[in-house]
């Protein structure tokens, strides 16, 4: 089966410019999650997905981050406006109705500078 | 929220030795714990997990002990090869539908 895909894979923006981040998860998978890792640290969850409801996003910086998914499938993070902070890795994972295994995509590098 | 404590962040192991993982959590209702290795520039990818109800579990060179009354739960590499040289994150979750909370790594090197 085709596995989690997102884009683009790198990105660099000056601070207070925009970006935003495109995921596709794994076919029939009801649960979206997108994490954000910072260098030499662990993936820390942004938001989770079942469908297109969120189900979790107390981690996510409101007043700069969004996400959405609307058709129940494909999902979309932005950023505006970033700041150095920002600069990580955003990786995109799914899972089964968020039972047991997380698969993750490439993941999507931002340098902002 | 969950917290996930793990350790140490940085091992170095000669090839053949083994390797111990430890993590620690904060929430007692968390019964779900799967290991992630992610090699340099590459995505995690799951290598073995537990839930609550299992004290051990095992998959060839790999372990997982659980104990849910100190609330940690470790990763065991025996006979380690150059190729388990990566990042590996712990992680828990409460029940289905809980997004996982993950540790903050471990630079595993294995040396020949």
């Known amino acids: 089966e085709a596995g989690v895909a997102q884009s683009p894979r790198y990105k660099i923006i000056e601070k207070r410019q925009s970006v935003a981040f495109w995921c596709n998860p794994i076919s029939g998978h009801a649960t979206l999650y997108w994490y954000q890792q910072i260098l030499g640290q662990g993936p820390k969850l942004l938001i989770q997905?079942?469908?297109?409801?969120?189900?979790?996003d107390s981690q996510l910086p409101k007043d700069r981050f969004s996400a959405e998914r609307l058709k129940g499938v494909d999902s979309t993070l932005k950023i505006q406006p970033a700041k150095l902070e920002d600069s990580a890795v955003y990786l995109c994972a799914s899972s089964r109705s968020g039972v047991g295994e997380l698969f993750f995509g490439e993941g999507s590098r931002l340098t902002v500078l | 929220g969950e917290n996930v404590e793990q350790h140490p962040s940085t091992l170095s192991v000669q090839e053949g030795d083994s390797a111990v993982i430890k993590c620690t959590y904060s929430?007692?209702?968390?019964?779900?714990f799967p290991w992630y290795k992610q090699e340099l520039g590459k995505r995690p990818q799951l290598i073995i997990d537990?839930?609550?109800?299992?004290g051990e579990k095992k998959d060839q060179r790999i372990a997982v002990t659980l104990n849910k009354t100190a609330k940690h739960f470790s990763l065991h590499i025996t006979e380690t090869q150059p190729e388990d040289s990566a990042v590996y994150f712990c992680?828990?979750?409460?029940?289905?539908?809980?997004?996982?909370?993950f540790g903050k790594g471990t630079s595993l090197l294995v040396t020949p």
């Open positions: 997905f079942q469908n297109n409801g969120v189900v979790d």
């Open positions: 929430d007692s209702a968390s019964n779900y």
């Open positions: 537990i839930r609550s109800n299992v």
């Open positions: 992680a828990a979750s409460k029940d289905s539908g809980y997004a996982l909370n």
